[in-house]
């Protein structure tokens, strides 16, 4: 949804509009608290699906036996969320936009990371968080030049890499609902039981999305998973052994997985990192121009940006994901219309109290696949709408429909049938085969290459 679409919002009961559209008026402890626990129930399951979809790929996730190391990343992913949510409310110097930008796990990076572990273990973590460092750092760098860059990344683009994401991770939501990676090759794959407590997640979060209102819309995944989990618990799939033995309070470990330098993988979270920094930038727009009225200042994006890449840094060294922007935590203010960014620190705060307390991820690995795979399903849909939503605004000229439309089978076609890259060095290979770097390549230099680009700059392109 662009920013342009957004009718202004009511200011809530006991708030004067100017109160409610004020991004530095605290609202009190009554109104704060439950608009900042709806935030953290907005982007609950979104923040932690990352991590669990690249232990799976690892090999240390669901069905491995041992969940520990899936635990903590569970947990970093929320502590780390929280941390660097502060860094954007409350801000550090050029750190932080100052804003009610909630910070979570990236799905961007995905299809980068699961090259980088596929089938290698938790030995294999070191290098990917490493890279992520690395990357991290550079994204923070990036956020001096993000005026200057604006200018190659055009709706078009920026579309074109979100739908990218959402298509490269529906295969993921499939293999999830039908049994998990583990389950592949049996018997098991595709049973109907795993499809019914996918089936009920799909249903329960489409109700309360079409009926729902308030918080029951709002949290609507997350009341799906539940209903999922309940049906798995009344079916006897709920075992809670990994509840009982998880501690009670957990410390993030500097390089928990380890040092290891990947050049490929620094690369493909480099260029990752360039590709999200513009994913911020339409989140700091759009909360800007539908809720204050005016467009976001140079200050504000870098900021936006600066607390991107520190907070994905500061979480690599931790063993977290990589950070970013949540876009459903900016169309919740919308719906709320109230811009207190002290809102979402007290939602940041929730987060972290949740990511010390290991029974808390514990508890989520206790969800069966196939529940955790209907969620997926409708996330990684909703991905690749809101793509459709951004390519909505873009004049279709011939010259734009090719540029598009190359990008868009060249990068699709090599992540499907990536044995064409057999004879191509390791690292050129995973990058090519990630779906969003060679869409986002291809598409930036096509853009500045052919001729009628500034004939259609008006029109997004």
């Not at 249903?203 to 539940?226: C, D, K």
Request: proline share 5%; charged share 5%.
């Amino acid at each position: 949804m662009t920013a342009s679409t957004l009718s202004a919002p009511a200011a809530p009961t006991g708030l004067t509009p100017e109160q409610a559209r004020d991004t530095d008026y605290f609202p009190g402890f009554g109104i704060a608290i439950p608009l900042g626990i709806q935030h953290v129930l907005a982007m609950f399951v979104s923040n932690m699906t990352p991590a669990i979809i690249v232990a799976g790929a690892a090999g240390f996730g669901y069905g491995s036996g041992d969940n520990s190391q899936m635990i903590y990343m569970i947990q970093m992913a929320m502590l780390f969320a929280g941390i660097a949510t502060l860094m954007q409310t409350i801000g550090f110097g050029p750190v932080g936009a100052r804003l009610p930008l909630v910070q979570g796990t990236s799905f961007a990076y995905i299809p980068v990371m699961i090259p980088i572990v596929a089938g290698k273990g938790v030995e294999a973590m070191a290098a990917l968080t490493t890279a992520a460092l690395f990357g991290g750092l550079l994204h923070g760098v990036l956020s001096v030049f993000v005026g200057r860059i604006r200018f190659a990344l055009p709706p078009m683009i920026t579309g074109l890499v979100v739908l990218m994401i959402g298509l490269s991770l529906m295969r993921i939501g499939i293999q999830y609902a039908a049994g998990g990676v583990t389950a592949v090759g049996t018997p098991q794959f595709g049973a109907g039981q795993s499809w019914l407590l996918a089936g009920i997640v799909v249903v329960v979060t489409l109700a309360l999305n079409f009926f729902g209102r308030g918080i029951w819309q709002t949290a609507a995944v997350l009341l799906g998973l539940l209903a999922g989990y309940f049906a798995a618990l009344a079916m006897g799939r709920i075992d809670f052994a990994a509840v009982h033995n998880a501690g009670l309070f957990m410390l993030p470990m500097p390089f928990h997985f380890g040092f290891a330098i990947s050049a490929s993988a620094i690369l493909g979270f480099c260029l990752t990192g360039f590709v999200s920094s513009i994913e911020s930038i339409g989140d700091v727009d759009a909360i800007c121009e539908s809720n204050l009225g005016r467009p976001a200042t140079n200050r504000e994006l870098s900021g936006a940006v600066c607390a991107d890449g520190v907070g994905t840094a500061v979480s690599a060294v931790f063993g977290a994901m990589p950070m970013t922007t949540f876009s459903q935590n900016v169309g919740l203010i919308a719906i709320t219309g109230v811009m207190s960014r002290h809102v979402v620190t007290l939602g940041a705060l929730f987060l972290m109290l949740c990511g010390l307390l290991p029974k808390v991820g514990a508890v989520i690995t206790t969800i069966p696949i196939e529940v955790l795979g209907g969620g997926v399903i409708v996330m990684f849909g909703m991905v690749a709408s809101a793509a459709t939503s951004m390519l909505s605004g873009v004049d279709w000229t011939q010259r734009n429909m090719l540029i598009f439309g190359v990008s868009l089978s060249l990068a699709l076609g090599l992540q499907l049938e990536p044995e064409a890259l057999q004879h191509a060095p390791e690292t050129l290979r995973m990058l090519l085969s990630s779906g969003v770097l060679p869409a986002a390549v291809t598409a930036v230099v096509l853009n500045l290459l052919v001729p009628g680009r500034s004939a259609y700059s008006a029109q997004g392109v």
